[in-house]
């Protein structure tokens, strides 16, 4: 039978999702906790690869196993053996058809960002003292042209090793919180790897006078990668949901 799991984790002691060679992730924690209960090994299927230190407040994974199996798995006895950085939400048998991550219609992405120093927010969101609730109009001229794009050649990390650019944005936002706390909400079918954080960069540098909104459109245009150095730290951001 097919069990999907929805769980959540704080990112910041592993190496994204996927199981790493010799690093240690969400997936492998997960695969040998439940093995453990169960008595026969277990392969997971995520909806989605996370990168090192994101966080999920929403992750879907599905695993198939046998009715014996399956009888000794609970939500309790699941989050009783994890570490206290990853938990069950809900657990419920599904159709052998169903795919955590080939059925997954929309994945949605928050990146948090602070400009004053607070220990609270440390490890859930980027210390940014340049911004403040000013340049927000300026963060969503960025964010709009974003929404726009269908293609992301510019907005991928070096040597992905990947072949379709192509994704469909739904939402490109920029919220203020406070006066010291900012967001930047995107939704789509699909992100190519380090796509959310380096939107996220373009748009800060931006607003603080960094780049111009033709250096942003002569990159896209031209297919041209944006540096690296635009990127921002991985533990701003959290995928919050997940629609099927």
């Not at 992730?25 to 277990?42: C, D, F, H, R, Y």
Request: glycine residues 4%; hydrophobic residues 35%.
């Amino acid at each position: 039978m097919r069990v999907l799991l929805e769980l959540c984790y704080d990112g910041t002691n592993y190496f994204g999702w996927q199981i790493q060679p010799k690093q240690i992730s969400v997936q492998q924690i997960l695969q040998e906790k439940i093995s453990q209960i169960t008595g026969n090994p277990i392969e997971l299927v995520g909806c989605g690869r996370t990168d090192t230190g994101v966080h999920a407040s929403q992750y879907f994974a599905h695993l198939d196993i046998d009715e014996s199996s399956f009888n000794k798995l609970s939500i309790y006895k699941i989050n009783a053996v994890l570490p206290q950085d990853i938990s069950i939400l809900n657990m419920s048998t599904i159709d052998d058809q169903f795919h955590a991550r080939f059925n997954a219609k929309q994945r949605k992405y928050i990146y948090r960002i602070h400009n004053n120093k607070d220990p609270f927010n440390r490890n859930f969101s980027f210390l940014y003292s340049s911004i403040n609730a000013n340049h927000l109009s300026n963060l969503n001229k960025v964010a709009e042209i974003i929404k726009r794009m269908t293609s992301f050649e510019s907005f991928v990390k070096s040597n992905s090793g990947l072949e379709n650019f192509k994704c469909v944005i739904s939402v490109s936002r920029w919220v203020a919180i406070n006066d010291q706390q900012f967001e930047f909400h995107i939704a789509a079918d699909r992100f190519v790897r380090g796509m959310v954080r380096l939107c996220v960069g373009a748009c800060l540098s931006y607003a603080t006078n960094k780049i111009s909104l033709n250096e942003i459109d002569q990159s896209i245009e031209n297919k041209k990668q944006i540096p690296k150095s635009w990127s921002v730290p991985a533990h701003g951001l959290t995928l919050t949901e997940v629609k099927y």
